[in-house]
């Protein structure tokens, strides 16, 4: 299951152990950034737009910089998109939560078992926004899973 959670694209000039390498650091030290610029935010109790859309781009950015030598199913590329997808709770952007909610979905589905509260959360979590955005049987449907 670790090779599957570190999956790397399959390209026609594989990157270098030292391309991924740096990769993997880049990966942890965005993440580190976003969490600091997290816990501004809540400090500094600041208006919806100014930062939540400087961490909307912030994991934007770093998604597309990481796609380019890890899969979606990259715990790092999940780990973002997670993020991105509640900062697009965080401004109401329900559309944006639902793409990044229906990418995640399938690698959480194999990465977790079953019954795992993470996918579980995820299925809640998809079934309001598809309630939300108007969607009754996907909606239902993503509830009852």
């Known amino acids: 299951q670790d090779e599957e959670k570190l999956k790397i694209r399959k390209l026609n000039d594989p990157p270098s152990a030292e391309t991924v390498r740096d990769m993997v650091k880049y990966a942890r030290n965005v993440i580190e950034e976003f969490r600091r610029a997290k816990h501004y935010k809540y400090i500094l109790c600041l208006t919806l737009t100014p930062l939540a859309c400087e961490l909307l781009e ?33 401004t109401q952007d329900w559309e944006g939560a639902l793409r990044y909610g229906q990418k995640i979905i399938r690698p959480y589905s194999k990465h977790y078992p079953s019954y795992s509260l993470n996918v579980a959360s995820m299925w809640l979590k998809l079934g309001r ?17």
């Open 58 to 90: 912030i994991c934007e950015l770093s998604l597309d910089k990481m796609g380019a030598v890890f899969e979606d199913s990259n715990v790092y590329m999940l780990h973002m998109m997670y993020q991105a997808m509640g900062v697009c709770l965080y």
């Open 129 to 145: 926004l598809y309630m939300a955005l108007e969607n009754r049987l996907a909606g239902v449907k993503a509830l009852k899973r």
